[in-house]
């Protein structure tokens, strides 16, 4: 895996991956507003990106009718340098017709505990915790929400 990251001026840079996919980061100055996001709000959509994507991948291999996982990230980090997570709460919504709370439950325990490598890395200064709520699509009065308060740190 390789990435480039160009100084575009200011606080703004240009990162590309090697199969060409480009996005702006920085922050903002005084002369300048910020121009995308920060390297550190990539490094947390990064681990919500990795954790929906293994979610996903489970439910389908278990059967599972899913039509939506989103991942809300809430995180603190330390005040000082290296100002690294030291907190970070995963809260999906999964989408679908049907779904089995309980698979639901065991893949995303997996992901964050087991399969998704951002996670795990975070873990090292960041106490991890997660919870969600399914949404069945298939109830007659869609949206009928099933919130289940499972929790893991």
Known sequence: ??????????????????????VVLGTATESAPKPG???MELVLMGAGGCSAW???N?????????????VELDADRAEEPPKVFTRIHMHFVVKGRDLSEDRVARAIDL??????????????????TH????????????PHTKSVGRSSA
């Open 131 to 142: 919870d969600f709520e399914v949404i069945d699509t298939a109830e007659p009065n869609f």
């Open 1 to 22: 895996m390789k990435s480039t990251v160009s100084w575009t001026g200011d606080r703004a840079f240009w990162g590309q991956t090697e199969d060409g996919y480009s």
């Open 111 to 128: 992901s964050v505990d087991k399969y998704c490598s951002a996670t795990q890395m975070l873990q090292k200064t960041a106490s991890i």
């Open 54 to 56: 293994d979610v996903v």
């Open 58 to 70: 489970i439910l389908e291999k278990a059967r599972q009718n899913v039509d939506d996982v989103i």
């Open 37 to 39: 996001p920060s390297a």
